[in-house]
């Protein structure tokens, strides 16, 4: 019997027996995703129109006014989330079959070389880093929150306009985002070898099973919450800039 090497066997780019159209999915997925990156990047370093009354874009959020950085304060705020997005198990998905095409899609025959070493080497392990970017992010949340706040605040009143409604829908999704992260349930109920045996035990079970839920949507909370961000600050700054007027609902 003749012994075929693994080199020969290896099947051609692209090679698969799927009869869908498996391509799409990477092809609007990579686009999108960099749509939403190239308007984040813009938006940041823009400097201007990030506030307007109690309306903070969160692209700026926390608010940071010194003038003596090296770099806009708005490169501070955002390296964290960024960096926690850009190590996120769900966009590690995206753009490594959107972009580096490792594989394109599921039973899709890669580009793949003889030495592919997957997560273990410069500079692909640093998305072991994912877990602590998570603590680092989570502190975000409550900046948020007050940021919703301020965006009832018209003049030393109470009111609610729609540019409220969409700071809270932001805030509403990084927050689901960020606990249905894999992180957040690991924290919950991971390093646990008996759930039953303590009362301790049992309640965090309970709550990992309520992280699981929420974790099976990741993917959905991953997008919603990248379109609400960019969604939130594209709102403000036409707000800020005079483009358009804010509608008062209460």
Known sequence: MMVVS??????RFGATERRDAWWVAPLLQGLVLASLIAYANWAAFQGTNYHVGGYLSPLYSPLITVDWLP???SFIILLPPVLFRATCYYY???YYRSYFLDP??????????????GETAFPFV??????YLFFITFLYLPFLWSDVVHATNFGGS???GVGTL?????????TLYSFSCHSARHLIGGNLDCFSCSAFNRARHAAWSRASVLNERHM???????????????YVRLVASGAIVDPRLL
Do not use: M
């Open 6 to 11: 693994g080199e020969l066997r290896r099947p």
């Open 71 to 73: 770099v806009p304060p």
């Open 92 to 94: 590690r998905k995206a």
């Open 104 to 117: 394109p899609a599921c039973a899709v025959a890669e580009i793949r070389g003889t030495s592919y070493r």
């Open 126 to 131: 640093l998305q072991n880093l994912h877990r």
């Open 158 to 160: 109470f009111g609610i």
């Open 166 to 174: 969409i700071i809270l829908l932001n805030t509403s999704a990084l």
């Open 220 to 234: 959905l909370f991953a997008w919603l919450s990248f379109f609400t961000v960019c969604g939130a600050d594209l």
